[in-house]
């Protein structure tokens, strides 16, 4: 067995998110340069501190793979517990979420085993966007572009059309507007990857959008992030996203109408054609649900937890909670 301290992922081995997952363990890698770093669907490693970002492997460190809430950390198990009380530790990107967690009846973690280290991309995102502003300025002193150019718009919506609560995405209502906004504006669009033939996500049409229509994925959160004004065309999904996945961010939201919520396509237009940035409700918002205060250190803060575990000496992982059996004890499976 190998001396030096061991970290290993358990991937979900899904096509669509594969590249999100290698991105992560890279950066956590990145941090842990002394550690031996392994890999594998599904199958943990004993020895090793494992590390998932979906909710329902086995490993000792969670961190979603995604920066929308969706209620997604209070998913149950099949006795009605939640999923996250089998991790050691589980990482959110903001002061929000913690609170959320502690204050929910039945989550079994303390506040030290839910820790805070923001979004890894968003640092990625922010240098991207530094060059690419950098380079339009220089271009525009050269006079290299269009003193005409169109506002770009980027349409990015979550691929979960309907939930009972009504529809919630904008995916497939907005391909009616589509020829209207090309003949008004820079538009383009960027399909969830379970709704196009490309996994790879959403980058640089995101740095390049000055403005973004979206509906309830971490794409509303990651363009916040950036300064980028959203706009919700609350006209298709606003009863929906009220209502839906209650007690999330999401729904947040929409009752108190961070952003800008659209009632027309009209509307929509208008908001488009006048808006530069985020306002101050947004931005206080976002304040607690992802922090400055996380900027450039999201992959140290996450390597950190890593390593808390294994200094615990303690690497045992808890058992998974299985459905019983009709006239049978509850069930673990180890």
Known sequence: MSDRKQVHY?????????LLEQEFAAGIDAQ???????????????????????????????????????NYLTRRDPQRGFEINKYRTVCVPGDWLKRKLLTTRGVELSANQIKVVGWPRIDTLLAAQRKYLSERTLAEKLGKLSPFRKIKVLWAPTHNAESKAGVISSYPGILHYEDRLRTLFDYDVSLHPNLRESKKPTFEKLIEADVVIADRGTLVYEAWALGKPVIFPSWLIGEGNLYDDLGSAESHIFHERLGLHANSFDE????????????????????SYLPRRTLGSSYKLIAEAVDEVWESGNLRIAKKVLAPSRGTPPLVAV
């Open 268 to 287: 929509m237009v208008d908001m488009i054609r006048q808006v530069t940035c985020p306002d101050a409700r947004t931005l206080q918002f976002m304040e």
């Open 32 to 70: 842990l340069p002394d550690w031996e770093s392994t890999q594998a669907p599904v199958v943990t490693r004993a020895g090793a501190v494992n590390v998932t970002f979906f909710i329902y492997r086995r490993a000792h460190v969670m961190m979603s793979h995604g920066l929308a809430d969706k």
């Open 10 to 18: 358990t991937y979900v081995a899904s096509e669509n998110l594969r």
